[in-house]
């Protein structure tokens, strides 16, 4: 083949995979951006239900609920 045959086929390669390139993009922005969101929300959930935060919590619900007025 020569060059300007390899020119042609990449360019057509480049228009077939310029047309398929949206396509179900938003869904898969959306599924990354679910999967992220559940990865925070399960680390948040790590964290506060770990030992110390639920200590801390109780400790100062204790404290405000023991004030004397």
Known sequence: MSFDHWRAAARRLSELVALGSDEGM???E???G???AAAFA???Y???TGSSVVSG???LIGKA???KL
């Open 26 to 28: 938003s869904t898969a």
């Open 30 to 32: 959306y599924a990354v």
């Open 34 to 36: 679910t999967i992220a």
């Open 42 to 44: 399960a680390v948040l």
């Open 46 to 48: 790590a964290v506060v």
């Open 57 to 59: 919590l109780g400790s």
């Open 65 to 67: 609920l023991s004030v």
